[in-house]
C-alpha cells in the first residue's frame, strides 16, 4: 500500500458503500434508512480535531446522510450530485484545498473521476475492480463496517498525527 502523501488536508466521502455497506433500506412509505457504523464517526471527529476538513458527495439524496453528517459536524454535504466532479471542484474551491490536499474514498464507478484528480485515493474493500485498481489504498474493512475509520487511522497514523489523537485516551 502506498504511503500517504504528507499534506493531506481534506477528505472526501461518498455515502453508500462507503459510509455504508450499500444496502437501501427503504420502509413501508418510501423513507430510506442507512446504517452507519460509529467507528467511522469516531474517526471522523478525530479527523476533525487533528485539524482536517471534511466533506461528502453522494450521487443520492436522503434526509438520513443530513442527519448523520450533522451529528459528525460536516458541513460541507453536496447529495444528489449525479456528476460527482462539479461537486468535487466547488468543494474545493470553497475550502481553498488543491487536488494534492485532497483523498476521495468510493467505491463505484462514478467516484473515479474524482479518485483520479485527487492526491490519495482509497477503496472500501467492496469497491468495484476498476475503483480498486485506481486506488493507493484499499481498506481491509468493507462499506459500513469501519472502512472510513480504518482510513482516517491510516493516513493519519502514516503522517505522525495519530499520537495526538491517542494522547486525550491515555
Ligand atoms: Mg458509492
Same mark, same amino acid.
Given at each position: 500500500?502506498?504511503?500517504?502523501?504528507?499534506?493531506?488536508?481534506?477528505?472526501?466521502?461518498?455515502?453508500?458503500?462507503?459510509?455504508?455497506?450499500?444496502?437501501?433500506?427503504?420502509?413501508?412509505?418510501?423513507?430510506?434508512?442507512?446504517?452507519?457504523?460509529?467507528?467511522? /464517526?469516531?474517526?471522523?471527529?478525530?479527523?476533525?480535531?487533528?485539524?482536517?476538513?471534511?466533506?461528502?458527495?453522494?450521487?443520492?439524496?436522503?434526509?438520513?446522510?443530513?442527519?448523520?453528517?450533522?451529528?459528525?459536524?460536516?458541513?460541507?454535504?453536496?447529495?444528489?450530485?449525479?456528476?460527482?466532479?462539479?461537486?468535487?471542484?466547488?468543494?474545493?474551491?470553497?475550502?481553498?484545498?488543491?487536488?494534492?490536499?485532497?483523498?476521495?474514498? /468510493?467505491?463505484?464507478?462514478?467516484?473515479?473521476?474524482?479518485?483520479?484528480?485527487?492526491?490519495?485515493?482509497?477503496?472500501?474493500?467492496?469497491?468495484?475492480?476498476?475503483?480498486?485498481?485506481?486506488?493507493?489504498?484499499?481498506?481491509?474493512?468493507?462499506?459500513?463496517?469501519?472502512?472510513?475509520?480504518?482510513?482516517?487511522?491510516?493516513?493519519?497514523?502514516?503522517?505522525?498525527?495519530?499520537?495526538?489523537?491517542?494522547?486525550?485516551?491515555?
Amino acid at each position: 500500500m502506498a504511503k500517504p502523501p504528507a499534506g493531506i488536508e481534506l477528505l472526501i466521502l461518498d455515502v453508500d458503500g462507503v459510509l455504508t455497506d450499500g444496502r437501501i433500506m427503504l420502509d413501508a412509505d418510501g423513507r430510506e434508512l442507512k446504517c452507519f457504523h460509529v467507528l467511522d /464517526g469516531a474517526g471522523m471527529k478525530y479527523w476533525q480535531r487533528a485539524g482536517k476538513r471534511l466533506a461528502i458527495i453522494s450521487g443520492r439524496s436522503a434526509p438520513a446522510v443530513t442527519h448523520r453528517a450533522a451529528e459528525i459536524g460536516v458541513s460541507l454535504v453536496k447529495l444528489g450530485e449525479k456528476e460527482k466532479l462539479p461537486a468535487y471542484e466547488s468543494v474545493l474551491a470553497e475550502l481553498k484545498m488543491t487536488d494534492g490536499q485532497t483523498a476521495v474514498m /468510493g467505491d463505484d464507478l462514478m467516484d473515479l473521476p474524482l479518485m483520479r484528480r485527487c492526491g490519495f485515493p482509497i477503496a472500501p474493500a467492496n469497491a468495484v475492480s476498476e475503483v480498486r485498481q485506481t486506488a493507493a489504498l484499499i481498506t481491509d474493512a468493507r462499506g459500513g463496517e469501519g472502512a472510513v475509520r480504518e482510513a482516517i487511522e491510516y493516513i493519519l497514523k502514516h503522517t505522525g498525527q495519530w499520537d495526538r489523537i491517542m494522547k486525550r485516551y491515555q
